[in-house]
């Protein structure tokens, strides 16, 4: 026979299976925010390209382009790498503020970073008068306001095609820039150059020096761009992205070099590390072109579709043992021109020989785990 609990005890046992129960929901729905897919980040006939990527208390952030439009640099902000909300602009309604004042159009690759305690900055190019010029501009919250110094932070007169893709970093108390000087004239080799920065980031000190240049088979129309550095483990590493975008579009991938100092000299890795699945770049090493094309979603190998990979940033996963992130933009192949450029993110590995590698050397398409 069966004896009737005391009533306090069916309450109990009440309370405790509906508490198991909530639990079980509560952990249903963390493993489903757990997984992320490809594009993290889309938005209507908006072009979400060349994100720059900062982690602060809390939140992981990215700025991405906006070449003319009114609101410059849209942000984009996540606490898990799965959910992520557009929080604002760096400089709404730029051209009615006259923020900055110097600038006339084409606003690319934004790199947001705290440059000291109280301050942030965002590096960044814009078009003046008379060719593409680099920028800064600082603001004691990550989402702004911020203001610009008032004049160009470097414009090169004597390269017409101008600078672009600046990327802030310090090491041992001195900070540095990195940015790409355009191909001049345009059958030449662009050049990735770094240069010492005065300590409160807003003007540069020195000389410059070139970090490298595009002398690899892959890197066509002799483009390098897009620089961004990482130490780890007493080593430097150099992300770039190259071959000419849209000549033809699918060639254009991610590449890295590395050395035991910030300020090089960098020695390239035989190929890029990130590509558009399918694509076999000219030279890549130890076998890498056949396992690249054997290991892409059957999907996408041969039949022109997918998204071509391109500007990268990275950044260590915040509370994880040696976890990185890369996030980059993304080209849909079949669209023309690419279309509007869509965010995308992959766990960035290491491997026994120190560099670093993307699964499948290719964007990942099906759900994967938050890094």
């Known amino acids: 026979t069966h004896t009737p609990l005391p009533s306090f005890l069916t309450q109990i046992s009440i309370m405790a299976s509906r508490t198991a129960a909530v639990m079980a929901l509560a952990w249903?729905?963390?493993?489903?925010?757990?997984?992320?897919?490809?594009?993290?980040?889309t938005e209507a006939k908006v072009d979400l390209g060349d994100p720059g990527a900062l982690y602060h208390d809390g939140y992981y952030y990215l700025a991405t382009s906006s070449g003319p439009s009114a609101d410059?640099?849209?942000?984009?902000?996540?606490?898990?790498?799965?959910?992520?909300?557009?929080?604002?602009?760096?400089?709404?309604?730029?051209?009615?503020?006259?923020?900055?004042?110097?600038?006339?159009?084409?606003?690319?690759?934004?790199?947001?970073?705290?440059?000291?305690?109280?301050?942030?900055?965002?590096?960044?190019?814009?078009?003046?008068?008379?060719?593409?010029?680099?920028?800064?501009?600082?603001?004691?919250?990550?989402?702004?306001?911020y203001v610009d110094i008032g004049a160009p932070l470097w414009s090169d007169p004597t390269?017409?095609?101008?600078?672009?893709?600046?990327?802030?970093?310090?090491?041992?108390?001195?900070?540095?820039l990195v940015w790409k000087a355009n191909q001049n004239p345009i059958w030449?080799?662009?050049?990735?150059?770094?240069?010492?920065?005065?300590?409160?980031?807003?003007?540069?000190?020195?000389?410059?020096?070139?970090?490298?240049?595009a002398d690899q088979k892959w890197e066509t129309w002799g483009c390098v761009e897009a620089p961004w550095l990482v130490e780890r483990n007493g080593t430097w590493y150099l992300f770039y992205s190259g071959s000419m975008v849209n000549f033809p579009l699918e060639t254009y991938a991610v590449g890295v070099a590395r050395a035991t100092s910030i300020e090089?000299?960098?020695?390239?890795?035989?190929?890029?590390?990130l590509h558009r699945c399918g694509y076999n770049p000219p030279v890549l090493a130890g076998g890498e072109e056949e396992r690249a094309a054997a290991e892409a979603p059957a999907s996408v190998i041969g039949f022109g579709t997918g998204y071509v990979p391109?500007?990268?940033?990275?950044?260590?996963?915040e509370g994880e043992d040696d976890k990185w992130v890369m996030f980059y933009h993304g080209r849909g192949y079949t669209l023309p021109g690419g279309g509007p450029r869509v965010l995308m993110m992959?766990?960035?590995?290491?491997?026994?020989?120190?560099?670093p590698y993307i699964a499948n050397a290719c964007p990942s398409t099906t759900a994967q785990a938050a890094p």
């Not at 249903?28 to 980040?41: D, L, R, S």
């Not at 090089?264 to 590390?273: A, C, D, L, N, S």
Request: proline residues 8%.
């Open 72 to 145: 410059a640099y849209p942000i984009h902000r996540s606490a898990d790498l799965v959910n992520w909300e557009e929080v604002g602009h760096v400089f709404p309604q730029w051209q009615a503020k006259k923020n900055p004042a110097w600038a006339t159009t084409d606003f690319w690759a934004p790199d947001l970073q705290k440059v000291n305690a109280t301050h942030f900055a965002v590096y960044f190019s814009a078009h003046n008068a008379q060719r593409e010029s680099l920028g800064v501009a600082f603001a004691t919250n990550v989402t702004g306001p």
């Open 28 to 41: 249903a729905g963390a493993a489903a925010a757990a997984t992320y897919q490809n594009p993290i980040v």
């Open 346 to 355: 992959d766990e960035l590995r290491w491997g026994a020989d120190g560099w």
């Open 159 to 176: 390269n017409p095609q101008g600078t672009i893709d600046v990327h802030y970093h310090a090491s041992n108390g001195q900070k540095y």
């Open 264 to 273: 090089g000299p960098y020695t390239k890795h035989p190929g890029p590390i």
């Open 188 to 213: 030449a080799s662009a050049q990735l150059m770094m240069q010492k920065l005065r300590d409160d980031g807003a003007a540069l000190v020195g000389q410059p020096w070139v970090l490298a240049k």
């Open 310 to 317: 391109g500007h990268c940033s990275v950044l260590p996963v």
